[in-house]
Nanobody, 125 residues
């Protein structure tokens, strides 16, 4: 059974930084695509970034390019989302997702099989 556990959310002022972590367990993830999504109140869940576990290929939403960086630590089975220059519109619950059959270009959250419980990120103005 795949388990994804996010951490690292919190309250930060605009312009600040946070690093989210997602610890994955239960499988060998070498063929998986790992994604970060977010959902703000009253809005649909949206794609933020993705990385291929094996070669580290990445993909980003236009809204976060140049500010967010996704990375992974194979030894720790952990995926990170470094978020810099945060804006109030980045406020959302951030979710980690995983799937063995998708590429990093997949942005539809309905296609990902496994999800974490989410971590709240709040950016004050």
């Amino acid at each position: 059974q795949v388990q994804l556990v996010e951490s690292g959310g919190g309250l930060v002022q605009a312009g600040g930084s946070l690093r989210l972590s997602c610890v994955a367990s239960g499988r060998t993830f070498s063929s998986y695509a790992m994604g970060w999504f977010r959902q703000a109140p009253g809005k649909e869940r949206e794609f933020v970034a993705a990385i291929s576990w094996s070669v580290g290929r990445t993909n980003y939403a236009d809204s976060v390019k140049g500010r967010f960086t996704i990375s992974r630590d194979n030894a720790k089975n952990t995926v990170y989302l470094q978020m810099n220059s945060l804006k109030p519109e980045d406020t959302a619950v951030y979710y980690c997702a995983a799937d063995s059959a998708l590429s990093v270009r997949t942005v539809d959250p309905a296609l990902f099989d496994y999800w974490g419980q989410g971590t709240q990120v709040t950016v004050s103005s």
